[in-house]
């Protein structure tokens, strides 16, 4: 089992409509887990932070973090042609001396005009 | 947030040759990573970057290939040594306040080897 999966996609929604993107993690200990947006040839930027369950929104944007199914989630509301891009799940892994960030294969996502 | 520089931002370099990476962070940052990022693939982490010992590195990547330093806490550099065409990528640099808080990442170095 891969530490981080994701959906590969590619995700089609057409513009104004929501796009789900979902994110499953193995640590059970893990505590931060992460949104990064890709555009083509850029460096990730991020979108949300989430600590803690329940949903979390900023703007268009909603993370929902279940920690006892290890899943973690993002919701596009009206989605734009400029939401178009790679979506990428971030998870802090905890180990006995140190802990690091894993990242998700990402899941493209396509909005259609 | 931290605004961090990477340079050069691409290259082009041939078989046998090093090219270092260098990364600057506009502030303090307790941790620095370097991460690579093959065509169509997600990041995978190359080590982290930790202040004056050495960087602590991931299965699958050792120091002679990929030696790192950071003399202080807002500069990093990555050699990737003796490079082959397996090694063109992009090379991305990230810093954060610890690997439980937000990374902010440099614009990437792309690099093809011929």
């Known amino acids: 089992q891969k530490e981080v999966e994701q959906n590969s996609g590619p995700l089609s929604v057409p513009e104004g409509a929501i796009a789900s993107l979902n994110c499953t993690y193995s640590?059970?200990?893990?505590?931060?887990f992460f949104w990064y947006r890709q555009y083509s040839g850029k460096s990730p930027e991020l979108i949300m932070s989430?600590?803690?369950?329940g949903d979390k929104e900023d703007g268009r944007f909603t993370a929902q973090l279940n920690k006892a199914s290890q899943y973690v989630s993002l919701l596009i509301r009206d989605s734009q042609p400029s939401d178009s891009a790679t979506y990428l799940c971030?998870?802090?892994?905890?180990?006995?001396?140190?802990?690091?960030?894993?990242f998700g294969p990402g899941t493209s996502l396509s909005v259609i005009p | 947030s931290a605004v961090i520089s990477q340079k050069p931002s691409r290259d082009i370099c041939q078989r046998g040759t090093s090219l270092t990476i260098q990364c600057q962070v506009d502030?303090?940052?307790?941790?620095m990573f370097w991460y690579r990022q093959q065509p169509g693939q997600s990041l995978t982490l190359i080590a982290t970057a930790n202040q004056g010992s050495e960087a602590t590195y991931e299965s699958g990547f050792v120091i002679d290939k990929f030696p790192i330093s950071r003399p202080n806490l807002t500069f990093s550099t990555l050699t990737v040594s003796n490079m082959s065409p397996e090694d063109s990528s992009i090379y991305l640099c990230?810093?954060?306040?610890?690997?439980?808080?937000?990374?902010?990442f440099g614009p990437g170095t792309r690099l093809l080897v011929l």
């Open positions: 990230s810093g954060g306040q610890g690997v439980r808080e937000t990374q902010y």
């Open positions: 971030a998870v802090n892994r905890v180990k006995t001396s140190y802990d690091k960030v894993i």
């Open positions: 989430i600590y803690s369950n």
């Open positions: 502030s303090q940052v307790t941790m």
């Open positions: 640590d059970r200990v893990s505590q931060s």
